[in-house]
């Protein structure tokens, strides 16, 4: 639909989903979003206090609730219950994840599953749970999470980097079917950001925040507001033509 359609969301009357906000990337992405005027959903599995404070502090209006991405009906849940609050929902941004580091012998069928299950299985629920408002306004964006470890192929990673993997297929494809009715679906894909829980996780104890920056072109460690910016071009009107693509934000370590 035409950008001056009568059904688009007024700028700053917009309303963004924020999954996994309570803390790390979601949080910065939440915040960015809340800054540039939008109203915020946080679903995540713990409480998001921090995040709302932030937001509050900003002067931005915020919602928060409990959400297991990985369940379609908390999903469904979810979005009711920020249907009442705000009625519609303009942008998702789906950041939840896990990033287990596991050897491909020591990694069983619960822990496969349980990866692709939040990591994979979650954007089908929350894009059936939020994409048919966007289809009947006319207008939509959708970004979500993948990985540079597509790229790179890490040992160790092997259920997490085909879960993004099918992240990138589930975008492209997506793209294709929603175009036509101003909704766009991109990806974002980083390097290892400093969070709080990459810092408490097996990447501080191997020392990859100094081995991977070592080899970035920008040789430093990546920090969440890294990525929210490319987060707000996708999510915004300057973002309108651009879809199904995956932007890799990891300070230059890919760049084949």
Not at 21 to 50: C, M, N, S
Not at 105 to 111: I, K, L, P
Not at 149 to 167: C, I, L, Q, R, W
Request: net charge negative.
């Amino acid at each position: 639909m035409a950008s001056g359609s009568t059904t688009e969301p007024e700028r700053t009357k917009r309303v963004a989903v924020v999954t996994g906000g309570a803390a790390g990337i979601g949080q910065g992405y939440a915040l960015r979003l809340a800054r540039d005027g939008h109203k915020v959903a946080v679903a995540d599995l713990g409480p998001a206090d921090e995040t709302e404070k932030l937001i509050r502090e900003a002067g931005g209006e915020v919602f928060a609730a409990r959400c297991d991405v990985s369940e379609a009906d908390s999903v469904a849940g979810f979005a009711t219950a920020v249907g009442e609050r705000f009625g519609h929902v303009d942008i998702l941004v789906h950041n939840a994840g896990i990033y287990p580091i596991v050897p491909f012998e020591e990694t069983d069928w619960a822990t496969w599953r349980r990866i692709m299950d939040v990591n994979l299985d979650s954007l089908f629920h929350l894009a059936k749970a939020f994409l048919p408002g966007m289809r009947q306004q006319g207008w939509g964006r959708i970004v979500v999470m993948a990985s540079a470890t597509f790229h790179s192929g890490p040992p160790g990673m092997v259920a997490y980097t085909a879960s993004k993997g099918g992240v990138i297929g589930f975008v492209r494809t997506l793209a294709a079917e929603v175009g036509e009715h101003g909704i766009t679906v991109n990806a974002i894909a980083p390097g290892l950001v400093r969070t709080p829980g990459t810092l408490s996780g097996p990447q501080q104890e191997l020392g990859l925040f100094d081995a991977l920056s070592a080899h970035q072109a920008i040789k430093r460690v990546g920090v969440p507001e890294d990525l929210a910016g490319a987060m707000a071009f996708l999510t915004s009107d300057d973002g309108s033509f651009v879809t199904g693509q995956t932007l890799v934000v990891d300070g230059g370590f890919a760049r084949a």
